[in-house]
């Protein structure tokens, strides 16, 4: 296995990455528990692929599946499983164990922030966009009918084990989709990392396990550093964010049933960013392209009439942008390009000009 730190001081972690690491980290998540109650919170459709290796390394420990889908990261489904910690008798000295992907990370995990106040929480990813994204760096969340993730808290793992052996049940749409989130890395400060996805990238998505291995850890180290320098994003930290403001209003679109994945947004928000930067004169053409052609040689959208039919119109898309995280004082922040493998952070964003962009996009589209 490949360790990478996540330097928080107290709270610093180990993501422990390889093939085989599940088993191999037995003995680790052993010792986070302790002598507390534990429970796993689990994708109920990574269950019927992997109930067994879970059950080999993790045994006599109580199982609270959960749909999977992003509507599973509800109000109704946050009780439920709180509920349920609580009868299996996790106390403040116990520990949620995460298995699945995104989706069961970021609820498992916010249950664990907010139950008795905070309890240990272990994160076992099992999809290339959680193993690389959403299970470093302690965002966790669910949704609101105004947007993706605006109820959460800031709760870092004490441990997170990426298994790679776990992607090989994943279908194909799934593996792509998580790899734009490798990708992001590359965009938003890694020139060199473009370089390697552009010679490796069809090793990367057959799961070849020293091209994968590589790339995951060159995420979780990319993401590793970011939060260690900024961890509750008050400044580098959103960088992370590349291509997301346009992704999840591109999601919302998608009233998340699953016509647009996760990464399959992300992957044309990322798109839209450097077509923006380079609409406004602040990233060079061909960089743009080249990013393009980065995303779309994977297979992923770079453009919204790549995905179904959403109904998106300029307004609607406008409309959830402003519902992001990031906005201040009424205003958009973007995450946008300067090149490829140097973003930046831009506040104040004029919401005129992302207007005319987007008519412009929807019109190409259409």
């Given amino acids: 296995m490949e360790t990478v730190e996540v330097a928080l001081g107290e709270r610093a972690y180990p993501i422990l990455i390889g093939a085989g690491a599940l088993s191999a980290a037995a003995s680790r998540i052993a010792g986070v528990i302790g002598a507390g109650r534990a429970a796993i919170v689990a994708d109920e459709a990574v269950l019927r692929h992997h109930m067994q290796a879970l059950k080999s390394v993790l045994p006599d420990i109580p199982i609270i599946p959960v749909p999977s889908g992003e509507a599973a990261k509800s109000f109704p489904q946050y009780e439920r499983v709180c509920e349920s910690l609580l009868r299996a008798g996790v106390g403040r000295d116990g520990t949620v164990i995460a298995f699945g992907g995104g989706v069961a990370g970021d609820l498992a995990g916010f249950c664990a922030a907010t139950l008795r106040r905070g309890c240990r929480f272990v994160q076992v990813p099992t999809t290339l966009l959680a193993q690389v994204d959403s299970s470093v760096g302690g965002k966790t969340a669910i949704n609101a009918r105004a947007g993706k993730n605006l109820i959460g808290a800031f709760h870092q793992?004490?441990?997170?084990?990426?298994?790679?052996?776990?992607?090989?049940?994943?279908?194909?749409?799934?593996?792509?989709?998580?790899?734009?989130?490798?990708?992001?890395?590359?965009?938003?400060?890694?020139?060199?990392?473009?370089?390697?996805?552009?010679?490796?990238?069809?090793?990367?998505?057959?799961?070849?396990?020293?091209?994968?291995?590589?790339?995951?850890?060159i995420s979780c180290r990319t993401k590793a550093a970011i939060v260690a320098a900024d961890e509750r994003e008050a400044g580098r930290r959103a960088l992370l964010n590349l291509g997301h403001t346009f992704g999840h209003a591109i999601e919302a679109a998608g009233r998340y049933d699953g016509r647009v994945l996760h990464g399959e947004g992300v992957a044309v928000g990322m798109a839209m960013a450097f077509r923006y930067a380079a609409a406004q004169g602040t990233c060079p053409q061909a960089d743009a392209e080249r990013a393009q052609d980065l995303i779309g040689r994977s297979g992923l959208p770079v453009r919204l009439s790549d995905l179904p039919p959403l109904g998106a119109t300029p307004d609607g898309l406008l409309d959830a942008m402003y519902q992001d995280k990031k906005v201040e004082g009424g205003a958009l922040t973007l995450i946008l390009p300067r090149a490829l493998g140097d973003a930046y952070v831009v506040k104040g964003v004029d919401g005129e000009s992302v207007r005319a962009f987007l008519e412009n996009e929807i019109g190409f589209s259409s």
């Fill in 157 to 217: 793992p004490s441990l997170v084990v990426i298994d790679t052996d776990l992607l090989r049940t994943l279908p194909e749409r799934e593996i792509r989709a998580g790899y734009a989130e490798i990708l992001k890395y590359a965009l938003l400060g890694d020139r060199d990392f473009a370089d390697w996805l552009e010679k490796n990238a069809e090793a990367v998505l057959r799961l070849e396990a020293d091209a994968v291995g590589h790339a995951v850890a």
